[in-house]
């Protein structure tokens, strides 16, 4: 069946360092794919999306490309702050999130 | 209010009786979701509204489950005969966009069934 896949937290980062955090899914067809985040005290919220493959999802600064071949949706920011402190959600549909990727950035 | 809105925050009650959840959506989001989420786990999906309706009751776990949407809003998810495994995390969603992903969630209902 369809499933996603994130890499396990926390994820430990300096201010300004680079960010990856990987998400790969099983799917039949060709889903689209989103990311969410959760800020401390916050809901989960839409942060990116992509609907078909080669296309890179943008926002705040993260990207994520919908690679076909390699089943994946990692998730990217070239230098991250404090204030991107929080829980990122791999999704595929609105049926299927992943676990949850806590990332812990320090000044 | 300016997001989405779920009540109670906590809910802690005895194996076999009946709880009710709320959700109050964004305004004018016709689109609303519930999931749940056990400790360690992913979001699970439970159902989707559209308006009234629901045209994906598929990730309602058992009958003990049930959901309605009154006036296009306030949603409310009843558990029956509650069990020690429905303990989770239920979070509620909605979205501007019909048959499109939850746009923004609520802090959720935390249930423990004793």
């Known amino acids: 069946g369809n499933s996603v896949t994130q890499m396990e937290g926390p994820v430990t980062l300096s201010e300004e360092a680079f960010l990856t955090i990987n998400c790969t899914y099983t799917a039949t067809g060709y889903p689209s794919l989103f990311w969410y985040v959760q800020y401390p005290g916050e809901g989960l919220q839409l942060l990116l999306k992509a609907t078909k493959a080669d296309d890179k999802g943008s926002n705040k600064g993260f990207e994520a490309t919908y690679r076909k071949e390699t089943t994946s949706f990692h998730l990217e920011k070239g230098s991250v702050q404090v204030s991107d402190s929080a829980v990122y959600f791999c999704?595929?549909?609105?049926?299927?999130f992943g676990t949850g990727t806590r990332l812990q950035v320090f000044p | 209010g300016a997001g989405v809105s779920q009540s109670p925050s906590n809910k802690v009650t005895e194996k076999g009786k009946d709880v009710e959840l709320r959700c109050d959506p964004i305004s004018g989001h016709t689109a609303l979701y519930w999931y749940r989420q056990s400790l360690g786990q992913g979001l699970e999906f439970l159902i989707y509204?559209?308006?009234?309706?629901?045209?994906?009751k598929s990730g309602l776990p058992s009958d003990r489950f049930s959901a309605e949407r009154t006036g296009g809003s306030v949603s409310t998810l009843t558990i029956q005969r509650t069990q020690q495994e429905d303990s989770a995390v239920y979070l509620c969603a909605s979205s501007s966009k019909q048959g499109g992903q939850p746009q923004h969630f609520g802090d959720g209902t935390r249930l423990s069934i004793l």
């Open positions: 509204f559209q308006g009234n309706s629901a045209p994906d």
């Open positions: 999704a595929l549909s609105k049926l299927i």
